[in-house]
Each structure stands twice: as C-alpha cells, then as structure tokens.
Antibody, heavy 122, light 109 residues
C-alpha cells in the first residue's frame, strides 16, 4: 500500500523558515517524480514544486521560486520542502504527491499524502 | 503562471449530464495532451478521475469522460448521482511547471 506521511507542520513567522518532510513507502520511490501541492483554507489547489527521480532537476511555481527548495533522499525514501522567507500567503495545507507513471514529470499524480498545515503569522 | 480558468460552480439534477470547462493557453492545455481532472470532497485529498485528456483510472465510473478542443479541456459527468457533488480541478503540464485550474463546485440538486 502506498503511503505518503508528511511531517514538519506548524506555525511559522513572516520571514522565517520551516521544513516539511514526506516519507514514502509502498512503491519504488527512486523511480518517481514527487511534487508538493498546497491549498489555502477554502481555496483551490496550487502546484508548488516538483523534483525528478535523481534529485538533480527541480521546478517551482513563480510564487515560491527563490524562497522554497525541494530536495529528496532516495535512500530514505523522503522528499523535503525547505520553506524560507515565509509570507502570510504561504499559509496552506501542503500535500506531498506522487507521479502516477515512473520517470514522468508531465502526467498525473495518483497518490496524495494526508496534508500538513502550515500557518504563517506574527 | 496563471491558473487555468474554470467556472466557479455548476449544477445539475440526478440523472442529468454536466460539463466543466478548463481554459488555458497554447503553452499548457492546448500544447500538450497531459490534462488531468481531480475530484475533491471537503476535508479530503483529491482523487484522480481523468488523465491524459480522456483516460480513466481503473475504478472510476465510465460516467466520467474527458475531452479537449484547442486550449479548452472539458470534463463531462453523465447520469449525475448525489455522490458526484464535490469540487473538481483540472491540471495541465505547462512546459516548465504544472498548473491547476481554480476549481469548480458541482452541486447535485
């Protein structure tokens, strides 16, 4: 059974930092692109970032580029999201998401973690 | 990186059909056959309903179908059932990133 367990939620201060971790199990982690998607309360889904299978290729939404960094450790089956220079508008539920097809960055995602809430407030 | 455009809400009666549109540009929806649709119930993670414009994952009823014309993709739900009431999001590859639509709330009257 595929599982994506996210940790690292919590309050953050404007200008501060937080790191989210997502531990994967139930599939060959090193073969799949991984993504972070966020959803502010009562709002829609927003794609945040993606990382390739080796960790050498990443992409970001303009809204987080230069502030957030996605990375992965295939030995630990874990993907991370380092969030710096936090803003109030970064407050959202953050989902860890797995690509459906191996080595695929363009297609759909089939498994979503439970989501972790990040609140940025002074 | 503007979100894809979806109607805020649609509605239909049980047994009827509804179509939800998703409008982008030639750089995303129109440029690739990588449009997906997700269903989301309140407080739950999204579930994949359609991928690669027209394909259904196993377990998704064939009442759900997808299509695309130019820069606009569509999700059609036929034979509406009460359990179809949910939020629906389109999703597309856009070259260097991916995009979601703003979401559509489907109400089954």
């Amino acid at each position: 059974e595929v599982q994506l367990v996210v940790s690292g939620s919590g309050p953050g201060q404007p200008g501060g930092s937080l790191r989210l971790s997502c531990v994967a199990s139930g599939f060959t982690f090193k073969n799949y692109w991984m993504f972070w998607v966020r959803q502010a309360p009562g709002e829609g889904l927003v794609w945040v970032s993606g990382i390739n299978t080796s960790g050498t290729g990443t992409n970001y939404a303009d809204s987080v580029k230069g502030r957030f960094t996605i990375s992965r450790d295939n030995d630990k089956s874990t993907v991370y999201l380092q969030m710096n220079s936090l803003r109030a508008e970064d407050s959202a539920l953050y989902y860890c998401v797995k690509s459906m097809r191996p080595f695929d960055s363009v297609g759909p995602s089939d498994y979503w973690g439970q989501g972790t809430l990040v609140t940025v407030s002074s | 990186q503007s979100a894809l455009t979806q109607p805020r809400s649609v509605s239909g009666s049980p047994g009827q059909s509804v179509t939800i549109s998703c409008t982008g540009t030639s750089s995303d929806v129109g440029g690739y056959n990588y449009v997906s649709w997700y269903q989301q119930y309140p407080g739950k993670a999204p579930t994949l309903m359609i991928f690669d414009v027209t394909k259904r994952p196993s377990g998704v009823p064939d009442r759900f179908s997808g299509s695309k014309s130019g820069n606009t993709a569509s999700l059609t739900i036929s034979g509406l059932q009460p359990e179809d009431e949910a939020d629906y999001y389109c999703y597309s590859y856009a070259g260097t990133h991916n995009l979601f639509g703003g979401g559509t709330k489907l109400t089954v009257l």
